[in-house]
């Protein structure tokens, strides 16, 4: 399938994660403009050594979730000419509810959840101005899946989820669409090392008993930003396999 997209230039927060270095590279090779989003200098050194033979076709920015500095900044450097956004950002922090530390869960979600808002606000409105955007939120099968320890993991994957969907609600007639994608298990950044500490006999609950590609993943999101798939909106999909469709 050709696929044919409306706008070029696209906002990757999380711009430093496996799967959205694997995605810049495949927005390039699709004639796409990947913006990427990191945190710090280690961040911004990543992401040039792994697309150093594309220079001049892609840019980055500083974007610590948490910092509103950082966020006012960012939207000065790429301006208001935004025709995409693929959110993998989110932070890590796995704790059984009784045991967790009180300070860390209240900024984990000011930084999840709280920002995250923020974020879209400004693209939303960028977006708005052009009457034409796309979104796609990375979310997880864990949302409706959590394992234990993975209770406020889930519930600022839900939360956002709800920022997703109602962005799609809101704006939508305005041009302006959304779209989840909850992946299952996956070879690829943190869903590996996961794997790796595991029995792999974990797998063995998917019918399709294995794990999902980060290639799978890339082009699922390609596909998603294309106008191939406009009509879908304001929805999750589950690429997992099958893992949360039955007991």
Known sequence: ?????????ALILGGTCELALALAHAMIESNLFPILACR???GLSAIREALASFHGRYATCYLNFGDRDSLDSTFIQIGDDLSFLVDFAQGNYESLIAGADEDIVYSYFMENISF???VLKRVGRAMLKKRKGRLV???SAAASRPNPGQGFYAAA?????????????ELGERGVT??????GYIEAGRGRIYLQKQDRK???MTPIKRAITGEEIVQTILFLLSDSAAGINATEICMDGGLTSGK
Do not use: C, Q, W
């Not at 994957?157 to 609600?169: C, H, P, Q, V």
């Not at 959304?178 to 992946?183: A, C, E, H, K, N």
């Open 1 to 9: 399938m050709n696929l044919h997209f409306s706008g070029n230039r």
């Open 40 to 42: 710090d200098d280690k």
């Open 116 to 118: 995250r808002a923020e």
């Open 137 to 139: 939120y990375i979310s």
């Open 157 to 169: 994957k839900l939360a956002s989820e709800a920022l997703y969907r109602n962005m799609g609600l």
């Open 178 to 183: 959304t779209v989840i994608l909850r992946p």
């Open 202 to 204: 974990i797998l063995e």
